[in-house]
């Protein structure tokens, strides 16, 4: 496959997903292709271009993806046959989520030449235990990546899908799960250990925190783990105070 530029397009929460994605700009760079990082979050989806080939990267969370990513493929441009790919990490499954995102972008006008999914630890439910797990998971999902980036290149990717009313099904499912109050409110905080640093709102990708001396949390969580695993005194969480957190990547990078 004669590809030039590659426009990679992803959201992460904790930092699986930008391994992933960088491991596959590494691949790609050293073919000679020249490949551009955008995280979703900073993107209007009218302004993607359509002269490159176009890579998507997410986690899958409640067996799909966050409301944030779906906005932005769902606003994505028409196009006539323009190339995509798409990558997903997950710690469990995800469905119909590969079969829902084909069947949308090609009434979009994309060729869906390949997808993948790549399982790296859990953020949603860590643990010490797990940590010890962890190494091993990464290093096998560099090696898939890695193999699956230059699948990609070789014509030789694939992107599967089921009966169209099972993905559908999923979808809806998962729409009201991020919908219910009790999801939009997960995340707690607690006061005492809060040093006002504004961490939590400066990551939050869809602006449910703001900073009035102490963070204030606006209802409109999508539960992407970022606040949580990277405050650093454990301000934040989602089941108890002072519990355990993953990150694969530090905050700086994501800022």
């Avoid at 560099?142 to 099904?169: E, H």
Wanted: aromatic share 12%; charged share 20%; with cysteine.
């Amino acid at each position: 496959m004669d590809i030039k530029n590659i426009n990679f397009y992803y959201f992460t929460g904790t930092g699986n997903t930008l391994l992933v994605v960088r491991e596959m700009k590494k691949f790609f760079d050293k073919q000679g292709i020249q490949t551009k990082l955008f995280a979703i979050e900073k993107e209007d989806p009218k302004n993607v271009t359509l002269d490159a080939m176009i890579g998507l990267a997410f986690p899958v969370a409640v067996f799909t993806t966050y409301p944030v990513v779906m906005k932005f493929i769902k606003g994505l441009p028409q196009a006539n046959g323009t190339k995509i790919f798409m990558v997903d990490t997950m710690g469990g499954m995800s469905l119909g989520i590969r079969s829902y995102l084909s069947a949308l972008l090609k009434k979009k006008g994309y060729d869906t030449v390949a997808a993948k999914q790549i399982c790296m630890p859990d953020n949603f439910w860590p643990s010490p235990e797990k940590d010890v797990k962890n190494p091993p998971i990464i290093n096998k999902a560099v090696n898939r990546t890695q193999k699956y980036a230059y699948d990609i290149l070789m014509g030789k990717g694939k992107w599967c899908s089921c009966v169209p009313i099972f993905p559908s099904i999923c979808y809806a499912i998962s729409q009201f799960m991020f919908a219910k109050k009790s999801f939009r409110t997960a995340v707690k905080f607690v006061q005492s250990r809060c040093v006002k640093c504004g961490l939590c709102s400066k990551l939050c990708p869809v602006g449910n925190i703001t900073m009035s001396g102490y963070p204030t949390l606006n209802g409109r969580c999508e539960l992407c783990m970022r606040c949580i695993s990277f405050c650093p005194k454990g301000a934040l969480y989602r089941r108890k105070e002072g519990e355990h957190v993953y990150k694969a990547v530090s905050a700086e990078e994501l800022l």
